[in-house]
């Protein structure tokens, strides 16, 4: 029987030195570009939404022996800030392909490798570099209710010292922040924008333009779309629903936490009927995604 608890792990735990640690990662780096050709690609993409559950849900699939995360990065980014690196600095993250296979065989399930990146859904050019690089890989994007997720966005934003506004402010400056950004990310692959990464808090939200411009690219069936509320509430059917797309399933007991929640103040009731306001539209076209209403419409 699955655990289901909550509670936030201590961030600092078992972690290196940032200087031992970058000097492990550039050795480990350069290990896997010399063996690239005989690593896998991911077969899995956690893709979104942030602050979502994302990272419970990486932390759910990594108990699983026949999942491979990859080495050292949770997220490794390359279809939206890293891809100047090249594909074989891609590859370099992930297991060897006898890795796979021999978990395969010794616990009778299919094996694959997955990362966990949630900027990809919104990057304009992730997807299109996502379909040309990884033309077999599935996408799972989890979606929690858009006003939450804003306020909390806001939250983890401010406390990494990315945003310096009240919530309130963020929101009345974030047409201005993001004008144009979309744009120029896509006119340039060089370019990075920090408030498009950080500071589209209702934009991030518009859960189903992003949903329809992965799935143009990828196929619809590459996309799985799942309510983040439900799987905190029901973690194991859900768990076992996503394996199941994968074509594997569950070889050892998985135990569900929450990770990453943040204690914050209340939202003002005005500011969270505007934003109510705002995202009905998106949230409607979503159940079509879901199958159902999202849960925070009952």
Same mark, same amino acid.
């Given at each position: 029987?699955?655990?289901?608890?909550?509670r936030?792990?201590?961030?600092?735990?078992?972690?290196r030195?940032?200087?031992l640690?970058?000097?492990?990662?550039?050795?480990?780096?350069?290990?896997?570009?010399?063996t690239?050709?005989?690593?896998?690609l991911?077969?899995?993409?956690? @893709?979104?939404?942030?602050r979502?559950?994302?990272?419970?849900?990486y932390?759910?699939?990594?108990?699983?022996?026949?999942?491979?995360?990859?080495?050292?990065?949770?997220?490794v980014?390359y279809?939206?800030?890293?891809h100047?690196?090249g594909l074989?600095?891609?590859? @370099?993250?992930?297991?060897?392909? /006898?890795?796979l296979?021999?978990?395969?065989?010794?616990?009778?399930?299919?094996?694959?490798?997955?990362? @966990?990146?949630?900027?990809?859904?919104?990057?304009?050019?992730?997807?299109p570099?996502?379909a040309?690089e990884l033309?077999?890989?599935?996408v799972?994007?989890?979606?929690?209710?858009p006003?939450?997720?804003?306020?909390?966005?806001w939250?983890?934003?401010?406390?990494?010292?990315? *945003?310096?506004?009240?919530?309130?402010?963020?929101?009345?400056?974030e047409?201005?922040?993001?004008?144009?950004e979309? *744009?120029?990310?896509a006119?340039?692959?060089?370019?990075?924008?920090?408030a498009?990464?950080?500071?589209?808090?209702?934009?991030?939200? *518009?859960y189903?333009?992003?949903?329809e411009?992965?799935a143009?690219?990828?196929?619809?069936?590459?996309?799985?779309?799942v309510?983040?509320?439900?799987?905190?509430?029901?973690?194991?059917?859900?768990?076992?629903?996503l394996?199941?797309w994968?074509?594997?399933s569950?070889?050892?007991p998985?135990?569900? *936490?929450?990770?990453?929640?943040?204690?914050?103040?209340?939202?003002?009731?005005?500011l969270?009927? /505007?934003?109510e306001?705002?995202?009905?539209?998106?949230?409607?076209?979503?159940?079509?995604?879901?199958?159902?209403?999202?849960?925070?419409?009952?």
């Amino acid at each position: 029987m699955s655990e289901v608890a909550v509670r936030t792990p201590t961030a600092t735990a078992g972690r290196r030195p940032d200087g031992l640690r970058d000097v492990a990662r550039a050795v480990r780096d350069v290990a896997g570009r010399a063996t690239a050709g005989q690593r896998v690609l991911p077969g899995l993409l956690i @893709s979104g939404g942030q602050r979502c559950g994302t990272t419970s849900l990486y932390k759910a699939l990594v108990q699983q022996p026949h999942l491979h995360r990859p080495v050292w990065r949770k997220g490794v980014h390359y279809f939206d800030v890293d891809h100047h690196r090249g594909l074989d600095w891609y590859r @370099s993250h992930f297991p060897l392909h /006898r890795t796979l296979a021999h978990t395969t065989a010794r616990f009778g399930a299919p094996s694959l490798a997955f990362e @966990s990146s949630p900027y990809y859904l919104f990057h304009p050019l992730a997807g299109p570099r996502i379909a040309a690089e990884l033309p077999d890989v599935r996408v799972v994007v989890l979606v929690r209710d858009p006003v939450e997720r804003a306020f909390s966005a806001w939250a983890h934003e401010r406390a990494r010292g990315f *945003e310096h506004l009240s919530f309130s402010d963020a929101l009345a400056a974030e047409e201005e922040r993001l004008a144009g950004e979309d *744009e120029r990310l896509a006119a340039d692959p060089s370019y990075s924008s920090h408030a498009h990464r950080h500071q589209a808090y209702r934009a991030r939200g *518009e859960y189903a333009p992003q949903l329809e411009r992965l799935a143009g690219l990828l196929g619809r069936e590459r996309l799985k779309v799942v309510d983040s509320h439900r799987f905190f509430t029901e973690p194991e059917p859900v768990h076992a629903d996503l394996l199941a797309w994968l074509g594997t399933s569950a070889v050892a007991p998985t135990t569900f *936490e929450r990770h990453n929640a943040r204690p914050r103040d209340a939202m003002p009731a005005g500011l969270r009927r /505007r934003l109510e306001e705002h995202f009905a539209p998106y949230d409607e076209q979503l159940g079509a995604w879901l199958g159902r209403a999202p849960s925070w419409h009952g």
